[in-house]
Structures are given as C-alpha cells and as structure tokens.
C-alpha cells in the first residue's frame, strides 16, 4: 500500500468494484479498500438483478448465476396470484447471483485492469484540509496508515460513514429503511423458475416477503419490514419470516441466515463534495420499492469512475466539477427512477391489505406480457381512484411512453 | 442509560449504523462498536434491528 493515490475507493461491493475498474481502465491510480476479510461475505442480499441490464456492465459467468428465471408472481393478502413475465418484471428478477462469487470477481476484474485491492481494510476517518478531502486514515490488520488521493469515493454502504465524515448527513430515519432477514433454505418444493412475492400488512408490513430460487432446490426466502412500522414490543423480521416459512415450507431446512438494512428514502439531498463522491447503498441509491440496488449501484459506480478521471484530468476536484460530472448524470438516470419509485412507495404503504386485494383482483386479468404503464394505471383506477390520484405525478412518464409507442 | 449489544444475537448487518442519527455505532467485520460519548440513547437502532440483539436502556 503507497501513501498516495489518484482515487481511493472505500468499499467493494458492486459500486466500489465497478467505480475502482472504470477508473482503473482510464488510467488511474487507484487503491479499492474493503474492510472485512472476504469480498461479498456475509451476504445482506436476496441477490436478484434483471439480466438486460446486468449485461450491460460484465460479460455473464456462469460461475456466479444460481437461478435463470421466466417471470415472477405476486400474491396479494387473500392470495390472489399476478403472475408477471421476466421482460416486464420491474429491475429485479431475470437472474439470482451468488453475490460471494459474483463480488469477488468484480474486485477481480478492477484489480486486472490495476487497481490495487486491500481486504480487511478499514477506513477510520477522512483526511481534509482547507475544506477538499484529500484522502483517510485507514487500518489494516491493527496498524494504521494515511493515505491521500485526488478523489475518494465512498461505497461503503448502508452503514456509510465516508459521507457522514464528509459533512453529508446520510443518517437513514426509520420511514427510510427496509430491515430485512432471509434464509437460504435447501429441502423444499420450490419452483425453480419463477420468484414468489407476498405483500399486505399481515405478512410484511410496508414491505414484502420474497421467494427467489437460487438453484439445485434452494431459494432465498426472506422478508423487509419498512422500519416506520417496528418497534420494540412489536414482532421482527425474522419472527415474521420464522411464520411465513412455517406456513409456506414447513419442511425446508434452514442452511444460511442473512440480515440487512436496505435503504428506500429516494435520492438524498447530496451525494459530493469537494474531493469525494458516495455510490451504491452509501449514496442512498437502491430502488424504494423494491429495494433492489446492485444494477443501480452498478451505474453510480460506473459514472463516478468516469467523473473521477474527468476531474483528474482537468485538475479539478471540487464540489462544483463533481456536481457537474457525477451528480447530474446519477440524477437524470437512476435517481429519476428512484424518486419516481418513492412516489409509488409512500402510497403503498399505507394502503390496507382490502385495498392491496382489490388491486390485486382488478390487475389478474391485465395481460401482463404487453403491460404498459399506460395499461397499469388503468387496472389501478378501476381498483382504487384515490391511488390514481396519489400516482399522478407518474402520469406524465405514461403520456411520454405513448408518444414514444406511436412514433 | 445504556445500549447493549448482544453479541451472539447480532447478525452483523449493519442497519442500526445506518439509522443511528448521531454516527455513534460501527460496524468492523462482525461486531458492532458504540461510541457512548456521542450516542444520545434515542432507541433508533433498538426499533430497527431485524434480529432484536439492541437493547437500549433510558
């Protein structure tokens, strides 16, 4: 480890990974720390990501996908079955990963094109002076070291200190997380192909239980309770989940527990500043209501990768060149999606399990292979006006998709 | 005033760090360490915690 770098990179998960290659590829010296001793260990992921979009970042290993899936289902409260096909699935589903492989090879292939990776790596604070970060004290194996660099990114996820450090309050309020536990279970009758979803209040409140195969008869199941909706008398996550697998396979066989913390606050106020930029979880950036955030991650990491060496090499580092390479991009992209998903998030939360049903019984007999937004906020008046009205702000990217569909 | 961690419980997931206003808990490989001078014992992490190995003590 030197003491002087282009670009350190605090985290390496998806976003530092990426963040870390593209850099790299540029040219760049670049340090990617993790703290923990195994890269993608433990996993806090139900690991699903749509497999249109994966491609577009790495070429697919067979090595780390568990599951290839057709489609998903959605089971509303009374158990009415949606039954939708992997095309229009939302971001989620396609393939399951095995984020412990999946992880690791991103590090890999960022340490191929010259990054320098560091495991059990931590950082312990950041180094600014005359207001610009300039690089952080770090620890490794129980010795510490300083080390500065032009720009630092912050990765280092749903427990993110790099932002706070840096003046940017990422401090998540209880509206604003999913907490989450999942088993991986083995010995059950689990549909290889398709991910189960189960929403209403009984069995996830504001949030969902999932069913995602991970191959070979396995399937993650797990569950995210909106954080707004615990309390310390009231059940957890994994009492929950302990009731659903009852319920649902009640012979499976628990061989790996997994718990999480899954931001859905939509996009925060700042994710730069001079000399550093936030990606992935840290930056607050995964879908509100799916909470899926590795493709999003992904993205974020890719672009601050690319605003590093833009900044590099025009020798400007400041919030305002951040704002203007970083910022923007992630706003115009995965942060309209992310607030558009807030929009329909906040008014799922607080419809009932009777409104959930009556949803879910108006949108059985949409057909779901040619489902437009269009098509969906049709099913949705006839279920509920008043939903319709809290979603209007969605109608304008409905009306941009019918122009777009008739030229 | 206090906050106990239940060590054997914690699944070291690090939501409690996320939600903790004041940045007073960590996460290094898999426990969690408090810094009891900035914490405010205000019971964020208590109500997050998926598993239930927070406990704070007003």
Redesign the interface.
Known sequence: MKDRYDVLVIGAGPAGSIAAKTAAEKGLDVLLIEKRQEIGDPVRCAEGVNKEYLKKHVEIDKQWICADLKGSYIFSPDGTRIEMAEEISGGEVGYVLERKVFDRALAEQAAAVGAEVRVKTRATGLIIEDDFVKGARLMHLGKEYEVRASIVIGADGVESKVGRWAGIDTALKPIDIETCAQYLIAGADVNQEYCEFYIGNEVAPGGYVWVFPKGEGKANVGIGILGSKMGKFKPRPVDYLNDFLQKRFPDARIVEMVFGGVPVSGSIEKTSANGLMLVGDAARQSDPITGGGILNAMDAGKLAGEAAYAAISAGDVSLGKLEEEYEKKWRATVGHEIDMSLIVKNCFINLTDADLDSLAHSLKDVKFERMSLLDLLQALFKANKKLLWDLRVLFKDAAKEVIKNRT | MSININRYKC???????????K?A?????TWIEVDESVCIVC??C???????AIEVMK
């Open positions: 699944g070291y997931c690090g939501a409690c760090v996320g939600v903790c206003p940045g808990l960590e996460l290094v490989e019971g964020i208590d109500r997050i915690c998926p598993v239930g």
